[in-house]
């Protein structure tokens, strides 16, 4: 839960279903229900559940999340000859470091600043066949770019969801004495990145 301004809360609240589960999205009302009803049964803080009890649930969504390996992605296709992928395509993740439409932002200004250099170098009118390899070189170059920042945002999100969300003992004894400095540094780190600026003067 992080507050955005002085009347604007961002929370959100992530668990393992079972089928019992299975009409929690029915309904805004269910949905509110359903989380605080799992949150009264934890230890957090009373002005947390007070938040909660009083956000306003049109805009909440309930999605399932899919898991992708943070280890594909040193390997993965990012680009193929002029085609490539970004965003929750390139980099999906955990809502729990709140980065994913900061770090397609990210994609969209290295992707603009590849392109935009690629075309700047073209001489005169190129034919269609050199016009797709320039893209295609600097799909390559946009892909070098950002292959291993998402793959320290897919790990980082996994890692933080998986130590705040496991209801293992051992695992909820390190999170609670030990690693609750280490997950509010890792949380507030990912967000310091440069991706650069659109100038064309720029490297990708």
């Not at 799992?38 to 306003?56: C, F, G």
């Not at 309930?62 to 970004?86: E, H, M």
């Amino acid at each position: 839960m992080v507050p955005c301004n002085d009347t604007d809360v961002y929370w959100f609240f992530t668990w393992s279903p079972s089928p019992d589960d299975k009409d929690v999205d029915k309904s805004s009302a269910a949905t509110k229900q359903f989380v605080l009803t799992k949150l009264r049964s934890t230890n957090v803080p009373p002005q947390v559940l007070e938040a909660v009890e009083r956000s306003e649930m049109n805009d909440v969504l309930a999605a399932p999340l899919r898991f992708r390996s943070p280890l594909s992605l040193p390997f993965a296709s990012i680009s193929k000859g002029n085609v490539c992928v970004a965003g929750d395509a390139l980099h999906p993740t955990t809502p729990d470091l709140a980065q994913g439409a900061c770090t397609a932002l990210e994609d969209a200004v290295v992707l603009a600043r590849c392109l935009g250099e690629a075309l700047l170098l073209r001489t005169g009118d190129c034919a269609a066949e050199e016009s797709h390899r320039v893209v295609e070189a600097a799909l390559r170059r946009y892909a070098d770019a950002r292959r291993w920042r998402s793959a320290q945002l897919t790990g980082a999100s996994y890692a933080v969801g998986f130590v705040q969300q496991s209801d293992h003992p051992a695992v909820g004894f390190l999170r609670d004495k030990l690693l609750s400095g280490v997950l509010a540094k890792t949380l507030l780190m990912m967000p310091d990145y440069d991706c650069g600026t659109l100038s064309s003067s720029g490297a990708c």
